[in-house]
C-alpha cells in the first residue's frame, strides 16, 4: 500500500516523460538521415530535380480566392504548422501541469532559456551590426529538442533523469519564445481586415473551450480557417498553431490525448520532410568561406559559444542568488554539458533562417551552412565532453521498470 502513491506519481509524470524523450530520441535519428540526404541531394546530379520539386507550385482554391505556393511554402506554412500546434500543447500542459507549472519548477529552466536566447543573438549581432544580415538575429537562438534528447538518449542510464528534464524545459521554453521571435519580429505588411477575421474565428474557438466543447471536428474547422486568416494577415501562418493549441481543453485529456497522438507524426514525418526540403545546399567555393562569411560565422559561434555561455552562466548566477535551486544529482558540469548540446538548433534555426533571408538566396545559404556546421560541433563535442564529465557516475536504474 505504501508504494501506490509513489507508482502512480510514475505513471502520471515519469512515463508520458519518458515516452516523449524516445519518440524525441529516435525522430533526432531521422531527422539527421533526411539532413544528410538532402544534402547529398544537393550536391549530385539530381540537384536540379531536387530544387525543381520544391519549388512546384501549387494552388488550392478558387480563382476569386486561392493559396497559391510552391511545395517549399505548403511545407513551411502548412506542415509546420501542425509541428507548432504540437509545440503549443507541448507548452501548454507543461505550464498548466508538468514542468513548468510553478515558479520553483520552471525558475532553473527559465533562466537557462533567456541565457540561452540573449547570448548567442548578441554574438550574431556582434558581427552583423549594421549590416543587411542583421535579420538573422534571431538564428542561433534556438535549440532543437529532438537532436539534443538524442545525444543525451547516446549516454545511455548515466544520465540524470533530472538533466533530461532540465534540457527538456529549457527547450520548450525555447520555442516559445522562438514563436513569440517569429510573431513580433518575422512578419510582413500586416492586413488589419485578415487579422480582425483571425481574432474572431479565436474568440469562436476561446468560447467554445470555455464551453467544454470536446469535438475536434470543431477545433479542426474553425482551425484551418484560422490557419488561412494568420497566412493572409502577415504574420507567419505557422502562429495559427500555437494560437489553437492555447485553446485546446485539458479536461477530459483531450489535450494529452491529442498530443499523443500527434507527437510520432511531427516526429517521424513532419520534421523530416521539413529538414529534408531545407537541409539542401550546394556547396560552391572553399568551405573555409563558411568560417569568413560574417552570417554562418555569427551562427557557428552564436550556437556553440553563445548556448554554452549563456546557459551555463546564468544558471549559475541563478543558484547563487537563490533564485532557483539545482535539480537532484546535477551538477553544473553537468549544466555546462547540456549547454553545450543546447546549441544543437537545427529545425527553428532553419525555420527562421527561411523567414530572415526570403529575398536572398545567397544570404539563406550561408546561415543554412552556419546552422549545420554550428549544430553539428554543438553535438559531436557536447557529446565528447558530458560523456567525460558522466564517465565517473553510476548507471541508473531504469525508470520505466
Known amino acids: 500500500m505504501q508504494n501506490k502513491p509513489r507508482k502512480n506519481l510514475k505513471s502520471i509524470i515519469v512515463n508520458p516523460f519518458l515516452q516523449f524523450v524516445k519518440i524525441e530520441s529516435a525522430g533526432g535519428i531521422i531527422l539527421l538521415s533526411c539532413a544528410v540526404l538532402a544534402m547529398i541531394a544537393a550536391n549530385s546530379p539530381v540537384t536540379q530535380y531536387y530544387y525543381g520539386l520544391f519549388n512546384t507550385r501549387f494552388m488550392i482554391g478558387f480563382e476569386f480566392f486561392n493559396i497559391n505556393k510552391p511545395l517549399l511554402l505548403w511545407i513551411n506554412d502548412g506542415l509546420m504548422a501542425i509541428f507548432f500546434f504540437v509545440v503549443g500543447l507541448e507548452i501548454k500542459r507543461e505550464l498548466l501541469a508538468g514542468e513548468l507549472s510553478s515558479f520553483k519548477k520552471a525558475a532553473l529552466p527559465g533562466v537557462a532559456a533567456v541565457g540561452g536566447m540573449v547570448i548567442p543573438a548578441l554574438i550574431f549581432t556582434f558581427f552583423n551590426y549594421n549590416k543587411v544580415s542583421i535579420a538573422g538575429w534571431g538564428i542561433p537562438m534556438?535549440?532543437?529538442?529532438?537532436?539534443?534528447?538524442?545525444?543525451?538518449?547516446?549516454?545511455?542510464?548515466?544520465?540524470?533523469?533530472?538533466?533530461?528534464?532540465?534540457?527538456?524545459?529549457?527547450?520548450?521554453?525555447?520555442?516559445?519564445?522562438?514563436?513569440?521571435?517569429?510573431?513580433?519580429?518575422?512578419?510582413?505588411?500586416?492586413?488589419?481586415?485578415?487579422?480582425?477575421?483571425?481574432?474572431?474565428?479565436?474568440?469562436?474557438?476561446?468560447?467554445?473551450?470555455?464551453?467544454?466543447?470536446?469535438?475536434?471536428?470543431?477545433?479542426?474547422?474553425?482551425?484551418?480557417?484560422?490557419?488561412?486568416?494568420?497566412?493572409?494577415?502577415?504574420?507567419?501562418?505557422?502562429?495559427?498553431g500555437v494560437l489553437l493549441a492555447t485553446v485546446i481543453p485539458m479536461s477530459g485529456g483531450m489535450l494529452k490525448n491529442l498530443e499523443h497522438q500527434l507527437h510520432p507524426w511531427v516526429a517521424f514525418f513532419i520534421m523530416p520532410v521539413f529538414a529534408f526540403a531545407n537541409s539542401g545546399v550546394t556547396i560552391e567555393g572553399s568551405l573555409a568561406d563558411v568560417f569568413r562569411n560574417e552570417i554562418s560565422l555569427g551562427i557557428i559561434l552564436g550556437l556553440f559559444f553563445g548556448k554554452m555561455l549563456g546557459i551555463w552562466s546564468f544558471t549559475w548566477l541563478a543558484v547563487k542568488t537563490k533564485i532557483a535551486e539545482m535539480p537532484e544529482n546535477v551538477t553544473m558540469n553537468m549544466i555546462f554539458g547540456a549547454g553545450i548540446i543546447g546549441g544543437i538548433g537545427f529545425t527553428m534555426s532553419l525555420f527562421i533562417g527561411g523567414l530572415a533571408y526570403t529575398d536572398s538566396a545567397e544570404m539563406l545559404t550561408y546561415a543554412k551552412l552556419g546552422i549545420l556546421t554550428g549544430s553539428l560541433i554543438s553535438g559531436v563535442i557536447g557529446y565528447y565532453i558530458l560523456s567525460l564529465i558522466l564517465s565517473k557516475r553510476s548507471p541508473q536504474p531504469s525508470a520505466e521498470k
Open 142 to 240: 534556438a535549440t532543437d529538442i529532438a537532436f539534443a534528447l538524442g545525444i543525451l538518449s547516446l549516454l545511455g542510464k548515466r544520465v540524470p533523469l533530472a538533466l533530461k528534464v532540465f534540457l527538456t524545459a529549457f527547450a520548450i521554453i525555447d520555442d516559445l519564445g522562438a514563436v513569440l521571435v517569429i510573431a513580433f519580429f518575422y512578419t510582413s505588411e500586416l492586413s488589419t481586415t485578415s487579422l480582425l477575421f483571425a481574432g474572431g474565428l479565436y474568440f469562436i474557438l476561446a468560447a467554445g473551450s470555455r464551453k467544454g466543447i470536446k469535438n475536434l471536428f470543431f477545433y479542426i474547422f474553425f482551425g484551418i480557417f484560422l490557419w488561412i486568416a494568420i497566412l493572409k494577415s502577415g504574420v507567419h501562418a505557422t502562429i495559427a
